[in-house]
């Protein structure tokens, strides 16, 4: 039992930090789909994640779990509206990848964690310890702070944390199968998705098939790209612990922060240094909150006694 529990922790890991790395380099790869505008990417992403998921589901035999799932209102309706969350959150990143503010998107996901603390107080109740606490008023000073350097709120950043907080929040209620659940969300969304893109090639303003091959293999290629990394999140969460999949995260916004720099260069005044440095020492308090709460004396390889669904899991 024990070489198999460190052996899917090691596997869990793996499959995060694959996540973690797929989505630092998110906005390159957008950035080559250019000159393809922001709603035909997000389009693509739809139409071309759900034709992947079909070939998924049939290759690993799911249908009748999918089934299953199906005949439940109440988890239909959460990945419905958990459906909206995701294309709002796509639709906002991939702009802003397009219109370069790869940086502040970067803030968006070091600001996420913060955003999922205010839900789990506000929505499930739950209680904040002291490093908690100080970890979300620094989040608040910091955003005050770059609000003053941008002369804007960093709407962009909130927009993103909030979308994609609350995605995971509806996925938590709704507890499904990472694929089952994806290909249910890409579902509601396939036929607005297909719908713009036929109109799109009707009025001669299509970039898919037009541009060049290689951007139109991008273009298709977008379901496997988008479907790949989360599929790996669903298979870390479930055998690696959550305060370290938690830690790894951050390799994502860190991966896109120094892109914004280097890649991109983006301008970073004194000001907005300053708000980053407050989000940061924000993030660096979560993550000593999540060390602590760790070393608990029943975790053994991120099972704790007493959870034998979750031992099940990581067998």
Known sequence: MAR??????????????????????????????????????????????LLFLVFLVSLR????????????????????????????????????????????????????PLVAVLIGVGLLGEHLRRLQWAAV??????????TFAYGRPPWIALGLAVTFATYGYLKKLANVGAVESLTIETTYLFPFALLYLIVLEASGNAAFGHVSA??????????????????????????????????????????????????????????RWIGFAIVWGAVVLLSIDAIRTARDPNWTGGIRHGNPAAAAAAD
Not at 78 to 94: D, E, M, T
Not at 137 to 146: K, N, Q, W
Not at 221 to 244: N, Q
Not at 251 to 267: C, D, K, N, S, Y
């Open 4 to 49: 198999r529990t460190r052996s899917a922790y090691g596997t869990g890991l793996l499959l995060a930090c694959t996540a973690y790395l797929m989505w630092g380099l998110f906005p390159i790869y957008f950035y080559l789909l250019k000159p393809a505008q922001a709603l035909e990417v997000l389009g693509h992403r739809m139409v071309w994640t």
């Open 214 to 271: 290689g951007n139109t293999a991008l273009l298709a290629l977008a379901g496997i790209v988008t479907a790949l990394p989360l599929l790996a999140y669903g298979g870390a969460v479930i055998r690696a612990p959550l305060s370290t999949i938690g830690l790894l995260q951050y390799i994502t916004p860190v991966m896109q922060f120094i892109l914004g720099l280097t890649f991109f260069h983006e301008a970073m005044t004194t000001g």
């Open 137 to 146: 008023a620094l989040g608040g000073l910091s955003v005050a702070v770059l």
């Open 61 to 112: 035999h799911l249908w009748k779990s999918l089934r299953a799932y199906i005949r439940q209102p109440r988890v239909l309706g959460l990945l419905a509206a958990a459906a909206i969350a995701i294309s709002l959150n796509w639709g906002l990143y991939i702009w802003a990848v397009d219109e370069g503010h790869v940086v502040e998107a970067s803030l968006g996901y070091f600001i996420n």
